[in-house]
């Protein structure tokens, strides 16, 4: 039997010859060499933002998926041909029907072509997709699997065909809140898109968005100073940049990038820096010089953090006025005024506070950007791109609402519960502590910071798992 294989990328054909071998076990050795040829091993240079190595989860597709003898190609077969219908149960006439159709399109096309049809692998996906809307995720991971495998198959390692397939599996993990798996999908996606740099289009920018918020949000839930907290959100500066770099080039109108969560990330960057070094600091008093000598040198303070937060904020403003976008323009000086503050450099802020509200003033008066300087603000608030999700709204708290007064310098000051005493004195307490650690914005009046005297705030405290205990026994 001879065996011709095309190897990719090359116009160079191979011969092998497999003299009278059955034809069942050539077959095999045939398709072995189509999968070793056409999964080359991947370079561990592909990177997002050029820190994080994507090599790990292809290199399992190409082991798992692409890499199939002749004994792997049946037992696809087999497995393709032995789908069960799930009974749907609690669903409207119509996605009964939408799914059952479906279904016998997968076992009429398992019929009439071959296993490794390009329609079938189409007809998986569409399935999938439907049990997703269904809350059937197990099962439709399995149909995302046999796409993908499908896709690789017909069209390559490499196919950009493949998207789809990885966007649906990104979606369906974000479903079951499986942040990791969520991670190597798109990490796949986007090191996927990396091999066909001719395209340019926003089909993955919204999932880096969510990927990047995710991380954000991560760390808001649990906004610990340690190494397990910095890694978030060196994750999240991750994904933020490689949406910056790869989309930045789009007019403000299309599409907005993420400067703002990017300014935040790189200032609790510098904070969480800063805790883990005076941390360090504190504990090396008590090593030997050896310990000091082996223990890994730490990072000094991280100017680097907080420049980098400016600068992604001083370009949001550049290309705000190269554009000629006057709101965005307002927006990118206020919040590099509220940058400013936070660092503690007032001058600066007020600075760039008069800036801003000069040209807020060309507004209507009714402009949510206008408003912004009418009352303290806290900050930060930077949420330029996607949507903010409190990871701990469905957690047990109490609110409690406080009075206070705001500095020019957007200190808090003067703290005075409003209440009717129904709240126990600790929770008070508690409140008033985590306010104090708080920063506003200033009321902006003419162009300069004010103080504003009597401000309502009501601050949310997470019970405790003992507090509702105690809570329960007492009701």
Request: hydrophobic fraction near 40%; avoid cysteine; charged fraction near 30%.
């Given at each position: 039997m001879i065996c011709k294989i095309n190897e990719i990328n090359t116009d160079n054909v191979f011969n092998y010859n497999f003299g009278r071998l059955p034809s069942g076990v050539a077959f095999g050795l045939c398709f072995l060499l189509i999968m070793i040829v056409s999964s080359p091993a991947l370079s561990q240079e592909e990177s997002v933002a050029q820190t994080q190595d994507a090599t790990t989860s292809q290199e399992q597709i190409t082991a798992q998926e692409a890499g199939a003898s002749e004994t792997d190609t049946q037992s696809f077969v087999e497995q393709a041909n032995t789908i069960k219908a799930v009974p749907v149960?609690?669903?409207?006439?119509?996605?009964?029907?939408?799914?059952?159709?479906?279904?016998?399109?997968?076992?009429?096309?398992?019929?009439?072509?071959?296993?490794?049809?390009?329609?079938l692998g189409e007809a998986y996906l569409g399935y999938?997709?439907?049990?997703?809307?269904?809350?059937?995720?197990?099962?439709?991971?399995?149909?995302?699997?046999?796409?993908?495998?499908?896709?690789?198959?017909?069209?390559?390692?490499?196919?950009?065909?493949?998207?789809?397939?990885?966007?649906?599996?990104?979606?369906?993990?974000?479903?079951?809140?499986?942040?990791?798996?969520?991670?190597?999908?798109?990490?796949?996606?986007?090191?996927?898109?990396?091999?066909?740099?001719?395209?340019d289009d926003n089909y993955s920018y919204d999932l880096v968005l969510k990927m990047g918020n995710l991380f954000i949000d991560q760390y808001l839930a649990s906004p610990r100073r340690t190494e397990a907290g910095l890694e978030k959100i060196n994750k999240?500066?991750?994904?933020?940049?490689?949406?910056?770099?790869?989309?930045?080039?789009?007019?403000?109108?299309?599409v907005l990038m993420p400067y703002g969560e990017l300014a935040l990330l790189y200032y609790i960057r510098s904070q969480v820096n800063q805790e883990l070094l005076r941390s360090q600091n504190e504990s090396s008093r008590f090593r030997t010089q050896r310990d000091k000598d082996q223990f890994p040198k730490f990072r000094l303070a991280d100017q680097g953090a907080t420049a980098q937060g400016f600068a992604r904020l001083e370009e949001y403003l550049y290309k705000a006025q190269n554009e000629n976008q006057l709101?965005?323009?307002?927006?990118?000086?206020?919040d590099i005024g509220d940058l400013y503050l936070l660092f503690g450099n007032t001058s600066l802020a007020e600075r760039h506070y008069n800036k801003a509200w000069l040209q807020a003033?060309?507004?209507?008066?009714?402009?949510?950007?206008?408003?912004?300087?009418?009352n303290p603000v806290?900050?930060?608030?930077?949420?330029?791109?996607?949507?903010?999700?409190?990871?701990?709204?469905?957690?047990?708290?109490?609110?409690?609402?406080?009075?206070?007064?705001?500095?020019k310098y957007g200190k808090v000051r003067n703290i005075v519960a409003q209440q009717d005493g129904s709240l126990e004195t600790k929770y008070i307490q508690r409140a008033k502590r985590t306010l104090r650690r708080f920063k506003f914005r200033p009321a902006i009046e003419n162009g300069k910071m004010v103080a504003t005297e009597n401000f309502s705030h009501s601050t949310d405290l997470i019970l405790k798992q003992s507090e509702i205990e105690k809570a329960s026994q007492v009701n």
């Open positions: 149960i609690d669903l409207s006439a119509e996605m009964r029907a939408t799914l059952e159709r479906q279904f016998e399109q997968i076992k009429s096309l398992e019929e009439q072509e071959d296993a490794f049809s390009e329609n999938g997709k439907l049990l997703t809307q269904v809350g059937r995720l197990d099962e439709a991971r399995e149909m995302y699997a046999k796409s993908l495998h499908l896709a690789k198959i017909n069209h390559g390692v490499y196919a950009i065909e493949q998207r789809p397939v990885l966007k649906a599996m990104f979606e369906m993990h974000e479903a079951k809140a499986e942040s990791q798996e969520m991670e190597r999908y798109l990490r796949q996606l986007i090191w996927l898109e990396k091999k066909h740099p001719d395209i999240g500066i991750t994904f933020m940049n490689y949406a910056v770099n790869r989309y930045g080039d789009r007019p403000l109108s299309e709101e965005h323009q307002v927006r990118a000086l206020r003033a060309q507004l209507s008066e009714d402009n949510e950007l206008v408003k912004s300087f009418e806290k900050i930060p608030d930077f949420n330029y791109a996607g949507e903010r999700r409190n990871l701990v709204q469905g957690a047990a708290k109490v609110s409690v609402p406080l009075s206070m007064r705001i500095s």
